[in-house]
């Protein structure tokens, strides 16, 4: 065991004791430890505890630590608290500018477990509240997680997208006479991928330029009068592949559908479901595009934890081309995101009245995410909850629930008679946090009898509802709705990937929700 080793296991000791509260002088002694030992070259490995205390300036205890360390290979003490300290709060820890004091705050005041829990609390503004962060440290630590995932090989597809597309056209540009286009997971939209697949048609070998990216390229090379048969195969999931007779030297993938007697299937619908029967029956959905949403009716303002003001969000609303703006800022128990108490609500309702006459035609919808408490209950009285144009139900506390509960918790929260939405079902952040665990049937069949719509999170750390589940979804006639849960301005861009996983679940404009027009939403809303 090197001194470097040595030194880094007594700093995390050392941090792990801070973390659970011991006292501060003997933490810190751990501190000093670990760094007179990694300042000193001279092997450790063969000394004594007499001989490491004179030579390191160390305390009996901690020489005694180091001498276990190095004769066992082991250190019981940092053993055991490593087993009493969630896997998620140690790589919390491991993430730099973040101490073991700022952890405990974010363990124990805030009940943050992951990276993805972290980085979704820098996403949304709300680290910059917290007693010892600030705007800067928020941005260090956003940068540090992001790169900490990416580093693991599976990326969000948000992570991706452009870079991709910049790529695609760099090498259009770059060789005019060849067909150059997107293919495999990324052509498919998932919502992880784990490398960008480009396929590049050419009479001519083609010489790549090096290019420099944190996500792995894979490129594929054919003949122009094969690049459907190749595109096909590539883009495809392997059971929606194996499900088609894919001749060699088809130039189009539509040719290619042709063939098997099938109309052309969008790349996003290629995972081997519903697809292949709905084209050969004729039944293959319009998919639901980003132009045909009229609204955006899930967001945050500076009333709770947004970064923009109700009315910036509603003007940039506006800008997009879109008819209306619901605002949905936290309820009163998410203290954590400044939830609004009645008077707050009140307050802003007026503001709304006096936005809506300067803004007409255009309208902001009044509205709230409401904690869904552990018991299912929403989190006001009926007073203020009949004052809302519509309610997003959501559950943001206590998440360790077994299925049971979970469902329990949210069926109680569908059948309040003021739920109209029912927010980011599994509060799941991709890549680090699974969600508690719901019987989806169950759920879709609660929102069905309770006329209850059901949240897409476009955030492309959350993308719940999972696309898996949209098609039963539909069988029970409940309608999505693509929302971006935005906390500031740029936050309206992630409409499109709440899009794009519609799309791959079959959603069309007609049970899309915010692709209501305004004159269509009022109506909905009024009969709720």
């Not at 090989?153 to 056209?169: D, I, R, T």
């Not at 997003?392 to 949210?410: C, F, G, P, T, Y």
């Not at 008679?417 to 927010?423: A, F, N, R, S």
């Not at 999972?466 to 849960?485: C, F, G, T």
Request: with cysteine.
């Amino acid at each position: 065991m090197t001194n470097k080793e040595i030194s880094g296991l007594i700093k995390l000791t050392g941090q792990l004791m801070e973390l659970h509260g011991e006292n501060k002088f003997k933490t810190k002694s751990y501190s000093n430890a670990s760094f007179q030992i990694g300042k000193n070259p001279k092997p450790l490995d063969s000394l004594s505890v007499p001989e490491l205390e004179g030579t390191f300036g160390l305390g009996k205890s901690i020489a005694a630590k180091v001498f276990e360390m190095t004769t066992t290979g082991k250190l019981e003490v940092l053993e055991e608290h490593i087993n009493k300290t969630p896997k998620g709060v140690l790589d919390i820890l491991s993430v730099k500018g973040v101490g073991a004091s700022k952890v405990r705050v974010l363990w124990k005041d805030m009940e943050i477990e992951s990276l993805g829990e972290l980085l979704q609390l820098c996403e949304e503004n709300r680290l910059v509240e917290v007693k010892g962060f600030g705007a800067k440290t928020q941005e260090s630590i956003k940068q540090n997680i992001q790169y900490r995932i990416s580093s693991e090989g599976k990326f969000h597809y948000a992570s991706a997208e452009n870079m991709a597309l910049q790529l695609v056209n760099q090498l259009r540009n770059q060789f005019p006479d060849a067909q150059v286009e997107l293919t495999g997971e990324i052509r498919r939209k998932c919502e992880i991928i784990e490398q960008i697949n480009i396929l590049i048609s050419s009479e001519n070998t083609i010489d790549i330029p090096e290019i420099e990216t944190n996500i792995p390229i894979v490129f594929h090379h054919c003949k122009p009068n094969e690049f459907g048969s190749v595109q096909l195969r590539i883009t495809g999931s392997e059971s929606h592949v194996n499900s088609l007779n894919i001749p060699d030297g088809i130039s189009t993938e539509e040719e290619v559908y042709k063939q098997n007697g099938m109309p052309y299937i969008e790349p996003e619908l290629r995972e081997g479901l519903s697809e292949i029967e709905w084209a050969k029956t004729n039944s293959l959905p319009e998919l639901v595009k980003d132009s045909d949403l009229k609204g955006i009716v899930h967001n945050h303002s500076t009333y709770s934890d947004g970064r923009n003001t109700l009315e910036e969000m509603a003007v940039a609303c506006r800008d997009l081309g879109m008819e209306y703006f619901g605002i949905a800022d936290h309820s009163k128990t998410a203290v954590y995101a400044n939830g609004l108490y009645p008077e707050d609500v009140l307050k802003q309702h007026q503001e709304i009245d006096e936005l809506n006459k300067k803004l007409a035609p255009f309208k902001i919808l009044k509205g709230i995410e409401s904690d869904i408490l552990y018991d299912g209950s929403l989190d006001y009285e009926e007073d203020i909850l009949r004052k809302f144009d519509y309610v997003v139900a959501s559950v943001h506390s206590q998440l360790k629930m077994d299925e049971e509960k979970a469902n329990a918790r949210l069926i109680t929260a569908i059948e309040n008679p003021y739920t109209t939405i029912l927010g980011h079902p599994t509060s799941r952040l991709l890549l680090s946090r699974k969600g508690y665990p719901i019987n989806h049937k169950k759920i879709i069949d609660a929102c069905s009898a309770n006329n209850v719509v059901i949240e897409i999170n476009a955030n492309p750390l959350r993308l719940d509802l999972d696309w898996r589940h949209i098609q039963y979804a539909l069988e029970k006639n409940v309608m999505l709705s693509i929302n971006p849960d935005a906390h500031n301005i740029d936050g309206f861009t992630h409409m499109h990937y709440g899009t794009c996983v519609a799309r791959k679940g079959g959603l069309n404009k007609e049970m899309t929700f915010n692709a209501l027009s305004l004159k269509e939403m009022e109506i909905y809303l009024n009969k709720g």
